[in-house]
């Protein structure tokens, strides 16, 4: 299942440039019938970092993965 988690969230941050909120990320694993747990578990595995939107209030989470 945590492969099944990796592969998605990466294919997920592709299609967008390697880069999205959290709080979007999870609302689409949730669609496809991801928890979140098994998300934050999958993230490290496929290489994602965290990163805090600068400036932003209420605090924004991005997931970045490195596509160069």
Known sequence: RIAAAEAWLAGYLIERGGRAQLARIG??????????????????????????????????????LDLT
């Open 27 to 64: 609302q689409d694993a949730q669609a496809v019938g991801i928890c979140t747990r098994m998300l934050h578990r999958a993230r490290p595995r496929a290489g994602i970092r965290v990163e805090i939107v600068p400036g932003s209030f209420p605090r924004r989470t991005e997931w970045v």
